[in-house]
């Protein structure tokens, strides 16, 4: 696997588009913070982290609509690659869908929406969008 963090947002498309309630991926400390973030944000009911000797994976619980039973994740999307990393300063950051969505950022500071990254003026890798 070359690309860890597009196989992570490519298990969870895959497992919100077949209705899934729960999906596991292997972890990773990267993935443990784009798992936090999109639980902060609404994306995903619950997480947790499981770690057994030399390998950790991340259970993650899918949010639904509990009439509509709609998916809260309506798109996820790689943005920077390893074959062609995307770089934004403070004033060229994102805003996914007017500000609707999220871009999840990776900044000096560690990774934060593009919102945190704007408040605390600081720019990064832009890892991908989720709205």
Do not use: W
């Not at 497992?15 to 994306?43: C, D, F, R, W």
């Not at 609509?65 to 999307?77: C, F, M, R, T, V």
């Not at 403070?90 to 871009?103: D, K, M, T």
């Amino acid at each position: 696997m070359t690309d860890p963090i597009a196989d992570f947002l490519t298990r969870i498309r895959n497992a919100v588009k077949a209705n899934h309630k729960v999906v596991e991926i292997p972890g990773s400390k990267m993935k443990e913070a784009i798992t936090k973030i999109l639980h902060e944000q609404g994306y995903i009911l619950s997480y947790k982290f499981i770690k057994e000797d030399f390998k950790s994976t991340i259970k993650i619980a899918l949010k639904y609509h509990p009439e509509s039973h709609l998916p809260a994740i309506k798109g996820i999307k790689r943005v920077s690659r390893p074959g062609l990393r995307k770089y934004s300063n403070v004033s060229e950051l994102p805003r996914v869908l007017n500000g609707l969505g999220v871009a999840i950022v990776s900044t000096s500071n560690g990774i934060m929406t593009d919102k945190e990254a704007r408040a605390q003026k600081v720019g990064g890798e832009v890892i991908c969008y989720v709205y």
